[in-house]
């Protein structure tokens, strides 16, 4: 989650595995790709061709994540989640 979280802030599309917290920090086909890597490994190769080949389509990605990531997962959005439980 950590490594697609700094790819999203670089601005940049994600193409990940569904594994641990990736399909929380990237929204499938809105911020990025993601797959299930034991299942779908032509598909992830063709997602990465397509978004190499289509750069419009890979900027588009890479701006909706990093909306995204400012929005919803800033120190404050964080903290008001929290407060509740810290009460």
């Given amino acids: 989650r950590v490594v697609s979280a700094r790819v999203v802030r670089a ?4 193409v990940a595995g569904l594994s641990g ?3 929380e ?12 890597v034991y299942k779908q490994k032509p598909e992830i190769s063709a997602a ?3 978004l190499l ?6 900027k588009t990605l890479g701006t909706a994540g990093q909306t995204r ?13 929290l407060n509740p439980w810290l009460q």
């Fill in 11 to 14: 601005n940049l599309p994600v």
């Fill in 21 to 23: 917290g990736v399909g």
């Fill in 25 to 36: 920090a990237v929204l499938h086909e809105k911020t990025g790709l993601l797959f299930d």
């Fill in 48 to 50: 990465i061709s397509y």
């Fill in 53 to 58: 080949e289509n750069t419009e389509a890979a």
């Fill in 69 to 81: 990531m400012k929005q919803e997962f800033n120190w404050q959005v964080q903290l008001e989640k």
